[in-house]
């Protein structure tokens, strides 16, 4: 089957090029290859795959590709996803996903394609207790969630309305090898290996849902494989930790004393304290045992200390 992949230059779509290759599709990618994405990410696979370096947003190169490619699906990981950066300016994450989504779904509407599109667990909002499950209402909190909340609901529309085929996912907050170095983790393991101090927003309190990115690539391929049309998935290993936690954990492989290498920080504006989807929903469709969180802490440790 000829898929589709957005973003694939990025950090969670190149580990889900590579899941698809494994299973047997042919692949093409698309990337703007914008400073979150590098071709680095695509090194074990670029022979492997039809890549063009194209923007969303210019629907008729969009198009032109799909029908050269009969393509059947789109998986679209295209995104501004850094949430600093959409406080600081919106107009890009505007742009990329919420009218890069329309490009993709015109092009859909038009070649009557299968869509799989990739959402975040941050259009729930913050949540005090339990676990978000996927019929609750959408409260995002900050722009980029915003736009990720607007794009999903040009999806269902965009579905009701044409009967385009269309699968949602919301996952939880990725970590791993080919994470940009704005991301916690990353940014937690280049400060211990230049030996300055990891920068903490606010009281270090915050607790995330983290989910390892290979984990997530199978995840997405189960719901590709096995969902069904019109649904929307939460997708998670159930890791909550406080982000001083990940940090300790990460010190402590490391050797490093955890106290001294602390640097408490202003807390960003608007900055959701908890996190915590259900996954009862996915784990129906018969999802892959996760990686031990240890194991992937550590892989990803690895990966940052090689390619330093």
């Not at 719901?223 to 010190?251: P, R």
């Not at 106290?259 to 996190?275: A, Q």
Request: proline share 2%.
């Amino acid at each position: 089957m000829q898929v589709m992949i957005t973003g694939c230059a990025g950090f969670i779509g190149s580990h889900t090029v590579e899941t698809f290759i494994k299973n047997g599709h042919k692949v093409v990618g698309i990337d703007s290859l914008t400073y979150a994405s590098n071709r680095k990410n695509m090194s074990t696979f670029i022979d492997k795959i039809d890549f063009y370096e194209k923007n969303i947003c210019n629907t008729s190169e969009i198009l032109r590709i799909v029908k050269k490619h009969n393509i059947e699906w789109i998986i679209n990981f295209a995104a501004e996803s850094h949430v600093d950066n959409s406080i600081k300016s919106c107009s890009e994450f505007i742009d990329s996903n919420i009218s890069g989504t329309d490009s993709l779904l015109r092009v859909c509407k038009e070649e009557s394609i299968n869509i799989l599109h990739i959402s975040t667990d941050e259009v729930y909002g913050s949540k005090k207790e339990g676990s978000s499950k996927e019929v609750d209402v959408l409260d995002p909190q900050n722009p980029y969630s915003a736009t990720k909340a607007a794009a999903e609901h040009l999806v269902r529309a965009y579905a009701n309305t044409f009967k385009i085929n269309a699968i949602i996912v919301r996952m939880s907050n990725n970590f791993g090898p080919r994470q940009h170095k704005e991301k916690l983790v990353p940014t937690i393991i280049k400060s211990l290996m230049s030996r300055k101090k990891i920068p903490v927003y606010g009281d270090g309190k915050n607790i995330r849902d983290w989910f390892y990115v290979k984990d997530c690539a199978n995840m997405v391929y189960t719901v590709f494989s096995k969902g069904f049309f019109g649904e929307t998935y939460n997708l998670t290993n159930k890791n909550e930790m406080t982000n001083l936690e990940i940090i300790d954990m990460i010190c402590t492989l490391c050797d490093k004393d955890t106290n001294k290498n602390l640097m408490f920080v202003k807390d960003r504006p608007g900055h959701d304290f908890r996190y915590a989807i259900s996954n009862n929903k996915v784990k129906k469709l018969g999802i892959e045992e996760s990686t031990d969180f240890k194991e992937a802490i550590s892989e990803t440790i690895d990966f940052y200390f090689r390619r330093k």
